[in-house]
């Protein structure tokens, strides 16, 4: 059997993480089968419609490589692929079920409707409203709400994450099928396009299992074949105890991206969150997810998230990139991280930067705030120095020193480069019979005056002989 997938997203707004997620195990599974996955905008529910909402979905998965077989842009033979274009044909489906008279215009009023589930609410039952169907309906037409004329009984299926399932008939009722504005609800628009587009295997929310029993009533009333069903366990909060929402600290997936997160650590720490393919292996290329993605590997219980792994992860994949395809295939992936004193600097001259920071990087945007010294002096703060653990126990006379010594030692180093420096920074230790600790930490702090740099020699080689002795006097003369 050739596999069909779909990722079959709301144009609502954000697109979150667990949305993504969604469309990668889909995008894995048909893959590996050589088949195909569609996607498809379920764009029905126009009171929650935003604008542009549907190009960043694709922009996201554009930008993880998930690239779709089927579906907007790329189109193919199931167009169209927005179920707002789809109306004709759910309404096709909608007669056969009148037809058969397993579907029926319902007028009844919200309000009406709203005083049966008080009544329930007081009675303590649950409110099924097929206990309230009307006796007598109308003919269906543009404007009237369309039911599903339930005809409940026991219901057995085979998750290929939860295992085999049963619901009986208290599970079942009359949903609707299309709403009062003519557009069809998502529980009878994705059974009918599931069906017309040959997709064999549906992924989707644990939260859809409880309502797996009224998709396979609609399965059965239209004569349509069951595709697999695989129920995707929830992503939780990072304290375990619900799903993972905003307020939770976990941003949209187009934030990771403008913070600096690539797109391999991204797909390669969500395709783990909720599977693994029982090995240690934590770092995956995509072909190696696609060849050792399996359904059985699915967790059934919800997998807690935490950015933290995902940042390791990011710094794990910049090194990566930097080691196995180059400087210069990094570099290209920093444009608008730098600092903003960057821009008067050339290509060549932020590459050095980079190749002697990339291992220090969890996010691109680090970049920012790590490597601003590069490129415009620092202000000089001598509470940094003196407040040193290391320099605390020198008076401001023996940092002066200190200073004054480097200044003239390294003035006649011929060569300035990171070897030479090495050398000459260590002869200087034997010179001044301070701890590599007090000295370098000197220097390094007069440099740059961040929290963090890389190893001196490096540091002093990309700012190169001027900038070096003239940030050492600059502090000097401001003891």
């Known amino acids: ?136 309906t109308v003919e269906w037409q543009p404007g009237i709400p369309l039911r599903f004329k339930s005809e409940p009984k026991e219901y057995d299926w085979h998750d290929e994450v939860m295992g085999d399932m049963h619901a009986g008939p208290e599970t079942e009722d009359d949903i609707i099928l299309i709403k009062k504005d003519g557009y069809p609800t998502y529980n009878f628009a994705h059974i009918v396009d599931d069906a017309e587009m040959g997709v064999t295997h549906v992924m989707r929310g644990v939260e859809y299992l409880s309502s797996t029993p009224n998709y396979l009533a609609l399965y059965d009333a239209l004569n349509l074949a069951r595709p697999k069903l695989v129920s995707l366990p929830h992503i939780l909060a990072p304290q375990g105890n619900k799903k993972l929402g905003k307020r939770d600290g976990a941003k949209s997936v187009t934030e990771y991206r403008d913070d600096g997160v690539l797109a391999e650590a991204m797909l390669n720490y969500l395709a783990c969150l909720g599977w693994n393919d029982g090995t240690e292996q934590e770092i995956y290329t995509k072909d190696e997810l696609i060849k050792a993605f399996s359904l059985d590997r699915i967790q059934t219980s919800g997998a807690r998230y935490d950015e933290t792994k995902l940042l390791w992860l990011n710094g794990q994949w910049i090194r990566r990139i930097f080691d196995e395809q180059g400087a210069e295939a990094l570099y290209a992936r920093t444009t608008g991280f730098w600092p903003e004193a960057a821009a008067n600097h050339d290509d060549a001259y932020k590459l050095q930067v980079l190749s002697i920071i990339y291992d220090r990087l969890k996010t691109l945007s680090d970049l920012r705030t790590m490597t601003n010294y590069f490129f415009i002096d620092p202000e000089i703060d001598l509470e940094m120095l003196t407040s040193n653990k290391f320099l605390k126990n020198l008076s401001e006379a023996e940092i002066e020193e200190l200073l004054k010594t480097s200044i003239t030692t390294l003035s006649a180093l011929d060569t300035w480069d990171a070897d030479h420096l090495q050398a000459t920074l260590n002869n200087l230790l034997i010179e001044t019979n301070k701890k590599p600790a007090e000295l370098f930490s000197l220097i390094r702090l007069a440099l740059s005056y961040a929290p963090f740099s890389p190893a001196l020699d490096l540091t002093m080689s990309v700012l190169g002989r001027e900038t070096t002795l003239a940030r050492l006097n600059a502090t000097a003369r401001a003891m």
């Open 1 to 136: 059997m050739s596999i069909v997938t779909r990722f079959a997203p709301s144009p609502t707004g954000y697109i979150h993480i667990g949305n993504v997620r969604s469309a990668i195990y889909p995008y894995l599974l048909a893959k590996q089968s050589d088949g195909k996955m569609i996607l498809r905008i379920e764009d029905t529910d126009r009171a929650r419609y935003v604008e542009g909402a549907t190009e960043l979905i694709e922009n996201t998965l554009e930008w993880l490589g998930l690239n779709w077989d089927e579906g907007p842009i790329v189109g193919g033979p199931h167009a169209p692929y927005f179920q707002s274009e789809r109306k004709d044909i759910y309404h096709q489906y909608a007669r056969k079920l009148i037809a058969a008279g397993r579907a029926y215009a319902d007028p009844t009023p919200a309000e009406k409707i709203d005083e049966y589930r008080k009544q329930c609410n007081e009675a303590k039952v649950p409110f099924l409203y097929r206990n309230f169907r009307p006796e007598h």
